[in-house]
């Protein structure tokens, strides 16, 4: 059995997630208790269903720390557990609230939005770390269901290097391992023919190439991310994201995630995200 479990915080697009799962057939299960999890999982076994998935949020957040354990042990027995955790920044999900009126699950108790959501995030943060992450402040929901889609459709059995493109201008991504800065390399947005292209196209690329300063930045992050990864795979990682920014996200981190992705292409699963092109 193929299970994912999907949690994070509360306005981070988990409707989003188990609505995809849902329609790529997964048997979902919305904000089960914790307690039931390992019950739940070996019911719909026992019905024949081979893919599910199931929401955990914060409202079990007593028993999290139990979390780890159910994994390990439902692993154990043969089921293929992944965990996806959803997250976004405060201030984004302060304002997705705003619009849509909704509470915060955790508004019980006369505490304010960002109040609420600080909670959740200390809730949350050991089940950040228990499978791959998500960073949807600065994501249309299209483009939340495009990841989710290349996520599921991932060899769980290899490691999976992500190299992302962003814009320092528009903030940090929460769910990045290693953040490289590329803002100190020519910027192809002062050259008025090439300002309103993408680190995609060739006509960038060749202008990136031709510098000295790229082409030795370029290999010492290659070198870096090769020289640790089998520290990453000793460790048992399944996800490892390598994050990439200049100030727009636009020209050269694009390329820096573009040609990375492609030179690691050769010996491990690769996916490549822009953020800002998105």
Same mark, same amino acid.
């Given at each position: ?28 299960? /919305?904000?089960?208790? *914790?307690? #039931? +999890?390992? $019950? ?5 076994? &026992? ?107 991932? /060899?769980?059995?290899? *490691?999976? #290097? +992500?190299? $992302? ?5 528009? &903030? ?87 040609t990375l992705a492609a030179q690691f292409d050769k010996n491990y699963q690769v996916l490549i995200r822009h953020r800002e092109l998105s």
């Open positions: 059995m193929q299970l994912i479990l999907v949690s994070g915080l509360s306005g981070s697009g988990k409707s989003i997630a188990l609505n995809v799962l849902e329609d790529s057939s997964y048997f979902c299960v /919305d904000n089960l208790p *914790l307690p #039931l +999890l390992s $019950q739940t999982a070996h019911y719909l076994l &026992g019905r024949g269903i081979t893919q599910a998935a199931i929401s955990i949020d914060s409202r079990s957040s007593s028993d999290l720390n139990q979390l780890p354990q159910i994994i390990e042990t439902l692993r154990q027995e043969g089921l293929d557990v992944r965990v996806l955790f959803l997250e976004a920044k405060t201030d984004e999900l302060v304002k997705r609230f705003s619009e849509t009126r909704r509470r915060h699950p955790l508004s019980d108790q006369g505490r304010t939005l960002t109040e609420c959501i600080e909670l959740e995030q200390e809730q949350l943060e050991a089940v950040s770390d228990l499978g791959h992450r998500m960073d949807t402040s600065a994501i249309s929901p299209n483009t939340l269901r495009a990841w989710i889609k290349d996520f599921i459709s991932l /060899d769980r059995s290899r *490691l999976t #290097l +992500l190299f $992302q493109s962003f814009g320092f201008k528009h &903030g940090i991504p929460l769910d990045a391992d290693f953040v490289f800065d590329v803002r100190c390399l020519p910027n192809p947005h002062y050259d008025p023919a090439l300002r309103p292209l993408t680190g995609k196209d060739q006509a960038v690329c060749a202008f990136l190439q031709k510098d000295p300063l790229v082409q030795k930045m370029l290999g010492d992050i290659g070198r870096f991310v090769a020289d640790w990864l089998p520290c990453f795979i000793r460790d048992n990682r399944n996800y490892l994201t390598i994050a990439l920014g200049c100030t727009g996200g636009q020209h050269r981190s694009v390329f820096f995630a573009e």
